[in-house]
C-alpha cells in the first residue's frame, strides 16, 4: 500500500497548513483500519514523529513540539487522515510523512512500528 501525503507548501511564521494523508492507488484501504502517523524529516536530522490517530479513532498521540499547535483527526467520508498545522514556526519545516500501522493494542510513536509509509510532502516555514 503506498500512502499519499499532501497540502504542505510554503508559510510565513505563525501561518497554519492542514497535511491529508490518503491511499488513491489502493481502493481497499481503509483508513479506519489503521493507526495512521505522521512523521517529519528536517534537513541532515533523523526522521522524528509528530503525531498519531488510532484505528479506533478514539486516542492520539503527539510529540511535545505539537502539543497545542497540531490536531490530528480523520475524515472517513474522504478516508483520508489530516494533520492541521497552526502557528507554525521555522522548526517545523521538513518533508512530512504519513505512515499506516496495522497493531491493535498500542498506537505506536516510532517509525520501526508503521509498515506502509508514503512519499512525503514539503513544509517550508519562513518569513
Known amino acids: 500500500v503506498q500512502l499519499q501525503a499532501s497540502g504542505g507548501g510554503s508559510v510565513q511564521p505563525g501561518g497554519s497548513l492542514t497535511l491529508s494523508c490518503a491511499a488513491p492507488a489502493a481502493p481497499g484501504f481503509k483508513v479506519d483500519d489503521y493507526n495512521i502517523g505522521w512523521f517529519r524529516q528536517a534537513p541532515g536530522k533523523e526522521r522524528e514523529f509528530v503525531s498519531a490517530?488510532?484505528?479506533?479513532?478514539?486516542?492520539?498521540l503527539y510529540a511535545d513540539s505539537a502539543k497545542g499547535r497540531f490536531t490530528i483527526y480523520r475524515d472517513s467520508a474522504r478516508n483520508t487522515v489530516n494533520l492541521q498545522m497552526n502557528s507554525l514556526k521555522p522548526e517545523d519545516t521538513a518533508v512530512y510523512y504519513c505512515?499506516?500501522?496495522?497493531?491493535?493494542?498500542?498506537?505506536?510513536?516510532?517509525?520501526?512500528?508503521?509498515?506502509?509509509w508514503g512519499q512525503g510532502t514539503l513544509v517550508t516555514v519562513s518569513s
Open positions: 490517530l488510532s484505528w479506533s479513532g478514539n486516542r492520539t
Open positions: 505512515a499506516a500501522s496495522s497493531l491493535r493494542a498500542a498506537l505506536p510513536g516510532v517509525p520501526e512500528r508503521y509498515t506502509y
